[in-house]
C-alpha cells in the first residue's frame, strides 16, 4: 500500500521511517525485534506488518513476524508459533499474511491471532527446501516463492493460485 501521502520505510537495524503526509513530515521509531528486519510492508494507512529473521538459511534460524495497527506505534508479534521456522514473509492486508516454512505454506486471516498450515512445498531436485530467498502474494489466492539452489547457481519459483494450498514449478 503506497499513496501520494502514505509511505513507510525500514532499514535492517529496526529503524522505521511513517510519513502520512507526502514526506513533509516523518515520524521515527524502531521495530523491536532481536533479528535484522527483513521485510516491512504498509498495507493500509495506519498498519505496518514487518517480518525479522537472521540472515543465516539454516533449519534453526530465529524469525518473527510484528505488526502495528497504529502506524508504528506500537508494535507486537502477530505470527505463527516461535517453534516454526520462518524462511519467508508477505503481507496483503489488514487481516491477511503469509509465511513460508522449509515445508509448508503457512496463512493468517485474522491478522495474525492463529495460523494455518497451507499446503507442502515442492522440493525441487537439488535445493534444499530453506533456500527461499522470498516471496510475494497479489491478493488472498495468487502468490510466488523464489529460491536458488545450493548446489548450483539454478533460480527456482513456485507458484500457486488457490492460496498455497498446492504448487506449481
Not at 520505510?9 to 513530515?25: A, H, I, V
Not at 508479534?77 to 516454512?101: I, N, R, Y
Request: glycine share 10%.
Amino acid at each position: 500500500y503506497m499513496d501520494s501521502l502514505h509511505l513507510s520505510l525500514t532499514s535492517p537495524q529496526g529503524n522505521f521511517l511513517y510519513t502520512s503526509d507526502g514526506g513533509w513530515s516523518w515520524l521515527a521509531d524502531s521495530i523491536p525485534s532481536a533479528y535484522p528486519i527483513v521485510k516491512q510492508k504498509l498495507v493500509s494507512d495506519t498498519v505496518v506488518w514487518a517480518f525479522s529473521s537472521q540472515p543465516n538459511a539454516t533449519p534453526t534460524r530465529k524469525s518473527a513476524i510484528l505488526k502495528s495497527t497504529d502506524a508504528g506505534r506500537p508494535w507486537f508479534a502477530a505470527g505463527p508459533p516461535d517453534t516454526l521456522v520462518m524462511m519467508g514473509a508477505d503481507f496483503t492486508s489488514e487481516k491477511v499474511a503469509w509465511c513460508a516454512s522449509p515445508t509448508h505454506l503457512w496463512a493468517t486471516t485474522n491478522g495474525g491471532s492463529s495460523w494455518q498450515r497451507r499446503g507442502s512445498l515442492k522440493q525441487w531436485s537439488g535445493v534444499y527446501r530453506g533456500s527461499l530467498h522470498d516471496m510475494i502474494f497479489f491478493d488472498s489466492s495468487t502468490g510466488f516463492l523464489g529460491g536458488a539452489s545450493s548446489l548450483n547457481a539454478d533460480v527456482v519459483f513456485q507458484s500457486t493460485t488457490n492460496g498455497g494450498w498446492a504448487w506449481d514449478w
